[in-house]
């Protein structure tokens, strides 16, 4: 079965400090993995995807994952927190197979103070 | 105007009471899910469908139902709800054809509360 594990239900930096999101995951075979952003009050919004190809992909917002299989891990980052980053972040994994539906870890919640 | 469609956007009820959350998508997309949200346990797949003729169970159907009634319309049905079903539900779509990637379009959700 798959799984995702988020480290940390609540990460705070400071604006302009470095945003480190963690996530690991356990699939049996080659995973897609994803990246939600939910802002209050807000559906959830696509950060980033990593399906096949380049390891480190590149997302909106300045965000940034790489897929470390070695690792087993997806995590998330951005150079410099912005106030307007605040938000709660989703980890996913699917099994990268038509035929599945995604598996969400519990979230992080961003807070960022000036 | 959204592509994913969630109504009502908020509902109080009670204890008992039928509810129904309606999605409806214009993403033209085959797939479609509902999802709970609970603080700090991140998002649940309650049921999904695949195409119109295919409902599958996620891992929290027990005491909800689901109907297809088009390949744009899903909805979600709480026969009889209970307090510990008050949570933020979400529709989503994916898309199954050429560079199918598993990614998911979210509704803008529907807060239940169930006194």
């Known amino acids: 079965a798959q799984s995702v594990t988020q480290l940390g239900s609540h990460v705070s930096v400071s604006e302009g400090a470095l945003v480190l999101l963690r996530c690991n995951y356990s699939?049996?075979?080659?995973?897609?993995l994803f990246w939600y952003v939910q802002y209050p009050n807000q559906g959830l919004q696509l950060l980033l995807k990593y399906t096949t190809g380049a390891t480190l992909v590149k997302g909106i917002n300045g965000f940034e994952a790489e897929f470390k299989k070695s690792e087993t891990s997806f995590h998330l980052t951005k150079p410099s927190a912005h106030m307007s980053d605040a938000a709660e972040y989703f980890c996913a994994v699917t099994k990268g197979q038509a035929g599945t539906a995604l598996i969400f870890g519990k979230g992080t919640t961003l807070s960022v103070s000036s | 105007d959204a592509d994913v469609t969630q109504t009502p956007r908020n509902r109080i009820t009670k204890t008992g009471k039928r509810i129904m959350l309606e999605c409806s998508q214009t993403k033209g997309h085959d797939r479609m899910y509902w999802y709970r949200q609970d603080p700090g346990l991140g998002l649940r797949l309650i049921y999904y469908?695949?195409?119109?003729?295919?409902?599958n169970k996620g891992e929290i159907s027990d005491g909800y139902s689901v109907s297809r009634q088009a390949q744009a319309k899903f909805s979600l049905s709480l026969e009889s709800a209970i307090p510990n079903q008050t949570a933020l539900y979400f529709c989503a779509t994916s898309d199954l054809g050429q560079g199918y990637t598993g990614e998911l379009f979210f509704g803008e959700g529907s807060r239940l509360t169930v006194l």
């Open positions: 469908s695949f195409d119109v003729k295919d409902i």
């Open positions: 699939s049996s075979v080659p995973p897609y």
